[in-house]
C-alpha cells in the first residue's frame, strides 16, 4: 500500500502539472532508441513507453488506468514533436499482476521492438539506463518549467530493494535504483530500464514506476514478468 499511495501521489502531481512534462534530471541526449513512445493523454504528454512487439506497447499501469482517457502514442523519433501517432485498441489493455505495469494494444508499428532481458540483468550494482520525456529539473522548481522535446537517458544502479530510501516506492514486483548521471522523473512514468545481455543487445528489464525526484526511482520488474508479457502479445490477454 505505501508504493502505491508513493505510484498516485506521484502521477497525481504530475497530471496536476499546466504544462507538458519533459525530460530525465541530468543525463545525456539519447542518440538511439527506436523503440521508444512518447505517451499521450487527452491530447497532452505524459508518460514513456516502449515497443515490446509490432502491436503492443509497454508502460505503467498509472499512465493508461481509465478507458475513458484518450491514449495515444507517438513512435518513430527521438523528438516528441515529430514520429506517427497512433491510438490505443479499443479494450487493448492488460495490466501486470502484482506490477504498475500495462501493455497497450496499438495498430500495427513499423518499429523494431526490443527484446525482452532475462532475470541475470536484475541484480544490486547493477548499472542500468533510463529513458524518457520526463522533467530535467528537481524540486523546488516546477517540472513543466523544465520540459525538453528530445529523449534523454541516464545511468543508474541498481540498490537493495530494502534500501531505506526506496521504502515508499516499491512493491514486491519492483527494483530500485540510485541516482547515476542522472534520475528519471514526472513523465517519465512508464519509461524503460534496458541493460546489455552477453550478446551485446540492448534489452528492457524495466517499466518506471515511481520516482523520489531527488534520490531513488522504482521500477516493474519485466524479468519477472517474460511470461506474462509472452502470453498476452501470443492471445491479446484473453
Same mark, same amino acid.
Request: hydrophobic share 40%.
Given at each position: 500500500?505505501? +508504493?502505491?499511495?508513493?505510484?498516485? *501521489?506521484f502521477? =497525481?502531481?504530475?497530471? #496536476?502539472?499546466? $504544462?507538458? &512534462?519533459? =525530460?530525465?534530471?541530468?543525463?545525456?541526449?539519447?542518440?538511439?532508441?527506436?523503440? *521508444? *513512445?512518447?505517451?499521450?493523454i487527452?491530447?497532452?504528454?505524459?508518460?514513456t513507453?516502449?515497443v515490446? =512487439?509490432?502491436?503492443?506497447?509497454i508502460?505503467?499501469?498509472?499512465?493508461v488506468?481509465?478507458?475513458?482517457?484518450d491514449?495515444?502514442?507517438?513512435?518513430?523519433?527521438?523528438?516528441q514533436?515529430?514520429?506517427?501517432?497512433?491510438?490505443? @485498441?479499443e479494450?487493448?489493455?492488460?495490466? &501486470?499482476?502484482?506490477?504498475?505495469? &500495462?501493455?497497450?494494444?496499438?495498430?500495427?508499428?513499423? @518499429?523494431?521492438?526490443? $527484446? %525482452?532481458?532475462?532475470? #541475470?540483468?536484475?541484480?544490486?550494482?547493477? !548499472?542500468?539506463?533510463?529513458?524518457g520525456?520526463?522533467?530535467?529539473?528537481?524540486?523546488?522548481?516546477?517540472?513543466?518549467?523544465?520540459?525538453?522535446?528530445?529523449?534523454?537517458? &541516464?545511468?543508474?544502479?541498481?540498490?537493495?530493494?530494502?534500501?531505506?530510501?526506496? $521504502?515508499? %516506492?516499491?512493491?514486491?514486483?519492483?527494483?530500485?535504483v540510485?541516482?547515476?548521471?542522472?534520475?528519471?522523473? !514526472?513523465?517519465?512514468?512508464?519509461?524503460? +530500464?534496458?541493460?546489455?545481455?552477453?550478446a551485446?543487445?540492448?534489452?528492457?528489464?524495466?517499466?518506471? /514506476?515511481?520516482?523520489?525526484?531527488?534520490? @531513488?526511482?522504482?521500477?516493474?520488474?519485466?524479468?519477472?514478468?517474460? /511470461?506474462?508479457?509472452?502470453?498476452?502479445?501470443?492471445?491479446? !490477454?484473453?
Amino acid at each position: 500500500m505505501r +508504493a502505491y499511495g508513493a505510484i498516485c *501521489a506521484f502521477v =497525481a502531481s504530475f497530471l #496536476a502539472m499546466a $504544462e507538458p &512534462a519533459s =525530460a530525465i534530471q541530468g543525463g545525456t541526449v539519447s542518440k538511439h532508441g527506436p523503440w *521508444a *513512445a512518447r505517451v499521450y493523454i487527452d491530447g497532452e504528454p505524459s508518460c514513456t513507453g516502449t515497443v515490446v =512487439a509490432p502491436e503492443w506497447v509497454i508502460t505503467a499501469g498509472h499512465c493508461v488506468r481509465y478507458d475513458n482517457w484518450d491514449i495515444t502514442f507517438r513512435v518513430g523519433s527521438l523528438d516528441q514533436r515529430h514520429g506517427k501517432v497512433v491510438r490505443r @485498441v479499443e479494450n487493448g489493455t492488460v495490466f &501486470a499482476p502484482g506490477a504498475d505495469v &500495462a501493455l497497450v494494444r496499438v495498430p500495427r508499428l513499423d @518499429v523494431q521492438p526490443i $527484446e %525482452l532481458g532475462t532475470s #541475470a540483468s536484475v541484480k544490486v550494482g547493477r !548499472g542500468v539506463r533510463s529513458y524518457g520525456w520526463g522533467a530535467t529539473c528537481a524540486p523546488p522548481r516546477s517540472e513543466g518549467s523544465c520540459q525538453s522535446n528530445v529523449l534523454k537517458q &541516464a545511468q543508474v544502479t541498481i540498490v537493495k530493494h530494502a534500501d531505506k530510501r526506496c $521504502e515508499l %516506492l516499491v512493491g514486491t514486483g519492483d527494483f530500485c535504483v540510485q541516482r547515476g548521471t542522472g534520475l528519471p522523473a !514526472g513523465g517519465d512514468s512508464g519509461g524503460p +530500464a534496458t541493460a546489455f545481455d552477453k550478446a551485446g543487445r540492448e534489452v528492457l528489464v524495466g517499466v518506471l /514506476s515511481a520516482s523520489d525526484r531527488t534520490e @531513488v526511482a522504482s521500477f516493474g520488474d519485466v524479468t519477472r514478468l517474460r /511470461s506474462w508479457i509472452k502470453w498476452v502479445i501470443r492471445t491479446g !490477454g484473453h
